[in-house]
């Protein structure tokens, strides 16, 4: 909202629109705690207005091995502790963000509000195939933070199955990862209906990542009945459950043997069936509906 760059006269003009907005609603309702979060919250309180501010997970990270999160930045920090301890409700996409915000912000109101799939608009159509993909950008530093070198890495221990990465790459970092297994396919980025089709049609999906917040890409796979095999770090484990296999961050052996399980998989059921009962847009919609309404009636 005030980032630099802005002039004086936008800044004010972008201000006064906030104001306005703010004055005429009874709820300001903020996706992701940055800037413009602390003013909706901080004139929400001036004019006696609740305030919901929603975590996407990045806000309130700190993972200083890959120099990940604005939480590693004490300013960010402490801006981000000032909007969760205003706001009226503060809202996470999972009980690993949750947490993540309590270490930053110990006296906030924090609901849990998972983000959702429709399920209904994700119909398996294709025959499974002996594919396993993963959707996360080959691009610095990217690969890290996604876990792409432990997806290549078990990509070697699975003769017969293919390996496909989709998601924007930078061609040094494909180099040197294909120096581990020529044969691993990356897409580059997709459209929509590319990414499905691949999905669709892939028995297994990966998500190796050092941290993840939700994991929208896998809840997609998983309704589309791919078996999910996912590294113990972040939202993972709660998006899957016991409906795949979770294995140790940094092990391509685990998942290599969890990715073969997958590929004898023949029921996708179980997978679709969790994203459909705790993952969907009519549960979401009725927990959004049960905090603004919880804010409304103080």
């Known amino acids: 909202m005030f980032e630099k760059g802005r002039s004086l006269g936008n800044k004010v003009s972008v201000f006064w629109r906030m104001f306005r907005g703010v004055l005429w609603a009874d709820v300001t309702y903020s996706w992701f ?16 207005k609740q305030s919901v501010v929603v975590i996407g997970g990045y806000e309130v990270a700190q993972v200083p ?9 004490p300013e960010t920090r402490e801006m981000v502790a000032k909007i969760l301890s205003k706001a009226g409700k503060s809202i996470a996409v999972s009980e690993f963000v949750k947490r ?15 983000n959702a799939v429709d399920v209904d608009a994700l119909v398996p159509s294709e025959p499974k195939m002996e594919i396993v993909v993963t959707v ?23 003769p017969g199955a293919k390996f496909v990465v989709i998601g924007p790459f930078d061609q040094q970092v494909v180099d040197g990862l294909q120096k581990m297994n020529q044969a691993v396919e990356f897409t580059g980025e997709l459209s929509r209906e590319r990414l499905i ?13 050092r941290v993840e917040s939700f994991g929208f890409a896998l809840a997609e796979a998983m309704s589309l009945e791919c078996y999910p095999v996912v590294s ?6 709660e998006v899957v459950g016991e409906s795949g296999l979770i294995v140790p961050y940094g092990d391509p052996i685990a998942a290599a043997e969890a990715i ?5 998989w023949v029921n996708g059921h179980d997978a679709r069936t969790r994203i459909a009962e705790r993952f969907s847009v009519d549960r979401r919609e009725k927990d959004l509906c049960r905090v603004i309404d919880s804010l409304v009636s103080r």
Request: aromatic share 10%; charged share 25%.
């Open 33 to 48: 705690a940055e800037v413009y979060a602390l003013w909706a919250v901080r004139l929400s309180r001036l004019l006696g």
């Open 65 to 73: 091995e890959i120099s990940y999160g604005s939480a590693l930045h």
């Open 100 to 114: 993540s915000a309590r270490t930053i912000a110990p006296d906030a109101d924090i609901d849990v509000v998972y």
């Open 136 to 158: 996360g950008g080959a691009t610095r530093p990217r690969w890290v933070l996604k876990g792409i070198d432990i997806f290549v890495s078990a990509s070697t221990k699975v």
């Open 197 to 209: 089709e691949w999905l669709d049609k892939a028995k297994v999906y990966c998500q190796l990542s």
């Open 232 to 237: 113990d770090q972040g939202a993972l484990p």
């Open 260 to 264: 073969k399980k997958g590929l004898r």
